[in-house]
T-cell receptor
């Protein structure tokens, strides 16, 4: 079962910032929040992850609320190539004591010219 | 860095035959590899997790005798779909992870490009 909630779809104008929200109200203290994206018919691409501090890399910024119950992925200047399904994921331990990712349906982001 | 490859990228086979899919981490040693399946317009579903040199851990509902996983080295894992049937047609994706900075809990999964399987 997915432990995150995301809007099913969003639109963004090219060159503007895309802010993708995610709720993870049941996240526990040691669970990381990961963001991946999947362009049609390709494998998912890692974007960013964080625990409680805000994070930034060359692709995006991740803002995590103080209570850690929600986060926002920010693509500062969206381009047409950013059109993809964006997944917000928390990581849990499975039966083999490995950390696995629980995938929901994600947000389908359409960047429009 | 952190490149994962899969081979083949697409395969068509007859019902009843077996298909092997390879997953390789090209520039890092993967302590753990994951196999997923994705049907059209659905999300990724984890099938199994494998650690190098040990038996894979399968998710509930995934038949271990049908989906054979071998993780022979730190850079290679294979998934064999045995006696494939049309309902096994799907997009199979692998991922590989390794600890970052040697700290537990900091592993990141990097994904291969996927293998599209069509069983006729």
């Amino acid at each position: 079962d997915a432990k995150t909630t995301q809007p099913p779809s969003m639109d963004c104008a090219e060159g503007r910032a895309a802010n993708l929200p995610c709720n993870h109200s049941t996240i526990s203290g040691n669970e990381y929040v990961y963001w991946y994206r999947q362009i049609h018919s390709q494998g998912p691409q890692y974007i960013i992850h964080g625990l409680k501090n805000n994070e930034t890399n060359e692709m995006a910024s991740l803002i995590i609320t103080e209570d850690r119950k929600s986060s926002t992925l920010i693509l500062p200047h969206a381009t047409l190539r950013d059109t993809a399904v964006y997944y917000c994921i928390v990581r849990v331990l499975n039966a083999g004591n490995n950390r696995k990712l629980i995938w929901g349906l994600g947000t389908s982001l359409a960047v429009n010219p | 860095g952190a490149v994962v490859s899969q081979h083949p990228s697409r395969v068509i086979c007859k019902s009843g035959t077996s298909v092997k899919i390879e997953c390789r981490s090209l520039d890092f040693q993967a302590t753990t590899m994951f196999w997923y399946r994705q049907f059209p317009k659905q999300s990724l579903m984890l099938m199994a997790t494998s650690n190098e040199g040990s038996k894979a851990t399968y998710e509930q509902g995934v038949e271990k005798d049908k989906f054979l996983i071998n993780h022979a080295s730190l850079t290679l894992s294979t998934l064999t779909v045995t006696s494939a049937h049309p309902e096994d047609s799907s997009f199979y994706i692998c991922s590989a992870s390794a600890p970052r900075w040697g700290l537990a809990g900091r592993e990141t999964q990097y994904f291969g490009p996927g293998t599209r399987l069509l069983v006729l």
